[in-house]
């Protein structure tokens, strides 16, 4: 049983900063891909920025330069560190994780979602 939570969620002014974490637990063998998605009232869901196993990271067009992602050093966190925020950010953030498992000698992949969290950016 694997499972992601999040934490970071709030109210910030336009033009703050907030960061956003999530951790993986249970019993994991590897984690592949992780990254973090968002959805606005009206809007379909939509990438904000992902990073690989190996470090290469993807941001959103709309993101890119104000956000960062980053893994920790035990790879079971992916952080999202937000500046310069804008009310155009405002949206319910999902962490996602690809994560392997081991179970009877084979390996298992899961697709996880965090609970989401929600972001709130006042003008």
């Known amino acids: 049983q694997v499972q992601l939570v999040e934490s970071g969620g709030g109210t910030v002014q336009a033009g703050g900063s907030q960061g956003l974490s999530c951790e993986a637990s249970?019993?994991?063998?590897?984690?592949?891909?992780m990254g973090w998605y968002r959805q606005a009232p009206g809007k379909q869901r939509e990438l904000v920025a992902s990073?690989?196993?190996?470090?290469?990271?993807n941001y959103a067009e709309s993101v890119k330069g104000r956000f960062t992602i980053s893994r920790d050093n035990a790879r079971n966190t992916v952080n999202l560190h937000m500046d310069n925020l804008k009310p155009e950010d405002t949206a319910v953030y999902y962490c996602?994780?690809?994560?392997?498992?081991?179970?009877?000698?084979?390996?298992?992949?899961?697709?996880?979602w965090g609970q989401g969290t929600q972001v709130t950016v006042s003008s």
């Open positions: 249970g019993s994991i063998y590897s984690i592949n891909d």
């Open positions: 996602h994780a690809v994560v392997k498992t081991l179970q009877l000698d084979q390996l298992h992949e899961w697709d996880l």
């Open positions: 990073i690989s196993s190996r470090l290469h990271t």
